[in-house]
């Protein structure tokens, strides 16, 4: 039987979703790396850390947001007399080191697969396109990618939170000049 995912992940407005994940289910940890690409994608993609990150970015720089954004947010939001909600100082500690990976995902009515699953089907659901921002009207910052992993992460606190991260190989859609 399908387990339901309540992945209402009220990461504030980060991602408001709800999705049914697959059967096959395995737990694994990160790798280092990994585990700061994630907490660092959470925390960048979500509303609510916005006017942290511009407050960062206006005090160090856009080249440090990678390395010491996280560390900084997270002293920032667990400082008493900054007052933030509890909400955002959970989601500063990061994700747990343990995640649990699955093969396939639906959410929004749509099917995701990761390209090992879909390697012997006839219709292949493993492919993903990131619309590039504002003003992009041309396709020219678009990104595509394969689905390599589907790993939800988990966050202490209550109400417990959740989040689905598809892990990705990302491939350069634009023409190159030289017609290759």
């Not at 790993?151 to 892990?167: A, H, M, N, V």
């Amino acid at each position: 039987m399908r387990r339901d995912l309540e992945a209402r992940f009220n990461l504030g407005g980060c991602i408001h979703s709800r999705g049914r994940d697959s059967k096959d289910r395995a737990q694994r940890g990160l790798t280092s790396m990994e585990y700061k690409s994630a907490s660092n994608h959470v925390l960048l993609n979500c509303p609510e850390v916005q006017p942290f990150l511009n407050d960062f970015v206006s005090q160090f720089g856009h080249g440090a947001v990678y390395s010491t954004f996280e560390a900084w947010f997270k002293e920032c939001v667990n400082n008493p007399n900054n007052g933030v909600n509890k909400f955002l100082q959970d989601i500063s500690w990061g994700p747990a080191p343990t995640v649990i990976t699955m093969s396939k995902f639906c959410v929004n009515g749509y099917k995701f697969h990761t390209e090992e699953c879909s390697k012997y089907k006839k219709s292949n659901n493993s492919g993903v396109c990131v619309k590039g921002g504002e003003g992009n009207q041309d396709g020219e910052n678009d990104y595509c990618g394969v689905i390599k992993e589907i790993l939800e992460l988990s966050y202490s606190g209550w109400p417990y939170k959740k989040i689905i991260l598809f892990r990705c190989k990302w491939f350069d859609p634009t023409p190159r000049r030289d017609g290759r």
